[in-house]
């Protein structure tokens, strides 16, 4: 089976032009038997995948609903929960990578570095906190982001080889014209959230590979090193902003007041 497991909707991410509907009649018409939404900390996009997910033209096709996190101190991750668990908590941003860990897998989720080896105030190895410890803890790694340079992707595969990790493939596609550039394949049958995060947990096979993009200014100008300031302190600023309500959402995720949506 292949799937693009790394995909911004317009519904879920204010940058991407590209609605559920058209990555899903697109991915068909590739021969793709999937992909996966990985809006950052927003689950608008799946619960638009959920309005149109009974229609009979989408019976044979599986659309894994995830999420890219970002950390504090860890950059972008990508998040699988298990089918039907959207947890309130990962759409505020902002937790340590240490804590997203012990929260996903309580749960029954898997969670993996995406581009780790991209732009650094955005990638897990950018971090100096980033660690042993906290890789093992992973349950894959991107190894594969159209966005990225080749040398970007061929560390990120070497480093998953190192720890023995699964490699996923995504375009973190914003713009259709993206869209079929990434793939993951695998001899397993993937039909939902539950079907992939048994495959990675089992220690399944896993190929990624696909074509990075030509440079365009856009992506020269975030590599630019103002840009990457201006990321960090977007991000750590949004992060204290929020921290009492991702602080009390987490008191009440502990105390199993679960809030699935």
Same mark, same amino acid.
């Given at each position: 089976?292949?799937?693009?497991?790394?995909?911004?909707?317009?519904?879920?991410?204010?940058d991407?032009?590209?609605p559920?509907?058209?990555?899903?009649?697109?991915?068909?018409?590739?021969?793709?038997?999937?992909?996966?939404?990985?809006?950052?900390?927003s689950?608008?996009?799946? !619960?638009?995948?959920?309005k149109?997910?009974n229609?009979?033209?989408?019976?044979?096709?599986? /659309?894994?609903?995830g999420?890219?996190?970002?950390?504090?101190?860890?950059?972008?991750?990508l998040?699988?929960?298990?089918?039907g /668990?959207? =947890?309130? =908590?990962?759409?505020?941003?902002?937790? !340590?990578?240490?804590?997203?860990?012990?929260? /996903?897998?309580?749960?029954?989720?898997?969670?993996g %570095?995406?581009?780790?080896?991209?732009?650094?105030?955005?990638?897990?190895?950018?971090?100096?906190?980033? &660690? &042993?410890d906290?890789?093992?803890?992973?349950?894959f790694i991107?190894?594969? &982001?159209?966005?990225?340079?080749?040398?970007?992707?061929r560390?990120?595969?070497? %480093?998953a080889?190192?720890?023995?990790l699964?490699?996923?493939?995504?375009?973190?596609?914003?713009?259709?014209?993206?869209?079929?550039?990434?793939?993951?394949?695998?001899?397993?049958?993937?039909?939902?959230?539950?079907?992939?995060?048994?495959?990675?947990?089992?220690?399944?096979?896993?190929?990624?590979?696909?074509?990075?993009?030509?440079e365009?200014?856009?992506?020269r100008?975030k590599?630019?090193?103002?840009?990457?300031?201006?990321?960090?302190?977007?991000?750590?600023? %949004?992060?204290?902003a929020? /921290?009492?309500? !991702?602080?009390?959402?987490? !008191?009440?995720?502990m105390?199993?007041?679960y809030?699935?949506?």
């Open positions: 089976m292949k799937f693009d497991l790394h995909c911004h909707t317009k519904e879920g991410s204010f991407s032009k590209v559920v509907s058209e990555y899903v009649s697109k991915y068909r018409m590739l021969g793709y038997d999937g992909f996966m939404i990985a809006d950052h900390n689950y608008r996009g799946c !619960r638009a995948w959920h149109i997910q229609h009979p033209k989408y019976k044979d096709f599986t /659309v894994i609903c999420i890219e996190y970002d950390t504090k101190d860890a950059g972008h991750v998040v699988i929960m298990p089918d /668990v959207y =947890l309130p =908590l990962l759409k505020i941003r902002g937790m !340590r990578c240490s804590k997203l860990v012990n929260v /996903v897998h309580s749960l029954g989720g898997i969670l %570095l995406a581009h780790p080896f991209g732009i650094p105030s955005s990638s897990a190895m950018g971090f100096r906190l980033m &660690n &042993n906290l890789i093992h803890q992973m349950d991107e190894t594969f &982001n159209t966005c990225e340079k080749e040398d970007s992707n560390l990120a595969t070497e %480093l080889a190192k720890y023995g699964p490699g996923f493939a995504g375009t973190d596609a914003h713009s259709g014209k993206y869209i079929g550039m990434a793939a993951t394949e695998t001899s397993r049958e993937i039909r939902c959230n539950n079907d992939l995060i048994e495959a990675v947990l089992e220690g399944a096979a896993f190929s990624a590979g696909g074509a990075e993009r030509e365009t200014r856009k992506s100008a590599d630019h090193w103002t840009s990457q300031i201006g990321y960090k302190i977007y991000n750590r600023g %949004l992060a204290k929020k /921290v009492f309500r !991702r602080k009390a959402s987490h !008191r009440r995720l105390k199993h007041k809030n699935f949506v």
